[in-house]
């Protein structure tokens, strides 16, 4: 290859790199937002403001570095640290939903049952209650 040719292609590579570099940076912000604010009520625009870029391109870029919707993720992120809720049995599944950023305890309950198979209570009693079948206990 002619030297300046070789140049160029050696200026794209690096280019490229800072770029998924940049993007890579992005992805832990959001991810680092939605692990301290997942209890609150989120929108696109409050992820898209802490990255500086536009609500559209902010789901574009989640969608592509994880291979799921920025909401979906954070369905899926909201009952996985429901369950650490769920243990504490002083709490109600509506507090339990308020806790972990669901607003209405019945859509929390929906949510829970596509994404771990049963309701909340029915998980608590499986794998949070004491019993003779609980192994868990004990």
């Keep these: 290859l002619h030297p300046r040719v070789r140049r160029q292609r050696q200026m794209c590579i690096r280019d490229r790199a ?17 692990d301290q604010n997942f209890m609150n009520h989120i929108t696109l625009e409050d992820i898209s403001s802490v990255i500086n870029l536009c609500p559209g391109e902010c789901s574009r870029l989640f969608r592509r570095y994880m291979n799921v919707t920025l909401f979906s993720y954070l ?11 769920l243990a504490e049995p002083g709490l109600s599944v509506t507090e ?16 829970f049952r596509s994404i771990k198979g049963c309701s909340p209570r029915a998980y608590r009693k499986k794998y949070f209650t004491c019993s003779p079948e609980n192994t868990k206990c004990g």
Aim: hydrophobic fraction near 35%; charge should be positive.
């Design 18 to 34: 800072d770029y998924e570099g940049k993007e890579l940076i992005r992805i832990k912000q959001i991810l680092s937002y939605l």
């Design 75 to 85: 369905k899926e992120y909201r009952i996985s640290r429901s369950l650490d809720f």
């Design 96 to 111: 339990v939903a308020a806790l972990s950023g669901f607003s209405d305890p019945n859509y929390y309950t929906k949510v």
